[in-house]
């Protein structure tokens, strides 16, 4: 079945810098990769997507790149706000079926 | 973007008793619903994939006598968590994929199990 490693599992920023976190998949047929921002106590929620026919996407202060070849996807964060501070996860996902990476604590220094 | 439901949002119950989880999709139907089991400061692992009108599917080492699914509607997979142990404290994350957006899937708020 799909692995997704993600690291690193805990980053620390101040505020207005950027976050990049990385990604690895093992499945090549994966085919949808999204990334999800959780907060304490509550469910997942998406934040980007891209999908395996594109390399890059961007909304606003987030932007996520990937690279099929290689089996490398990343999030990054410009102009970090303290409310950034959450975890997030990447996932790799094909026929709806989503495998997680571990998380990455993302903390923003005021 | 759509909605997706849990009740209750925490439960607490004694060793042994059975607890209910509903899980809805609010403003899509979905004949497919996951359930997932997250762990303090791990990850979400998928435990089984729910189906309207048919049986759910469990992943492995997931004991399907123990973790009951129904998909009774297409809105609606309930999760029943039988003869409950302290072990089988955890938070337990449904989600359902909106048909408008391929594999996009949206999830619910999480319900809080805690087993005494």
């Known amino acids: 079945g799909e692995n997704v490693e993600q690291h690193p599992s805990t980053l620390s920023v101040q505020e207005g810098d950027s976050a990049v976190i990385k990604c690895t998949y093992s499945?090549?047929?994966?085919?949808?990769f999204p990334w999800y921002k959780q907060e304490l106590g509550k469910g997942p929620q998406l934040i980007i997507d891209i999908r395996s026919n594109v390399g890059e996407k961007k909304d606003q202060r987030i932007a996520v790149t990937l690279n099929k070849t290689a089996k490398h996807f990343s999030l990054h964060i410009t102009e970090t706000q303290p409310e950034d501070s959450a975890v997030y996860f990447c996932a790799a996902s094909l026929a709806q079926k989503v495998t997680f990476g571990i998380g990455t604590k993302l903390q923003v220094i005021p | 973007g759509a909605v997706v439901s849990q009740h209750p949002s925490w439960v607490i119950c004694k060793s042994g008793t059975s607890v209910k989880i509903e899980c809805r999709s609010l403003d899509f139907q979905a004949t497919t619903m996951f359930w997932y089991r997250q762990f303090p400061k791990q990850s979400l692992m998928l435990m089984a994939t729910s189906n309207e009108g048919s049986k759910a599917t469990y992943e492995q080492g997931v004991e399907k006598d123990k973790f009951l699914i129904n998909h009774a509607s297409l809105t609606l997979s309930t999760l029943t968590v039988t003869s409950a142990h302290p072990e089988d404290s955890s938070f337990y994350i449904c989600?359902?994929?909106?048909?408008?957006?391929?594999?996009?899937?949206?999830f619910g708020p999480g319900t809080r199990l805690t087993v005494l």
């Open positions: 499945d090549s047929a994966s085919n949808y």
């Open positions: 989600s359902a994929p909106w048909n408008g957006g391929a594999n996009e899937q949206f």
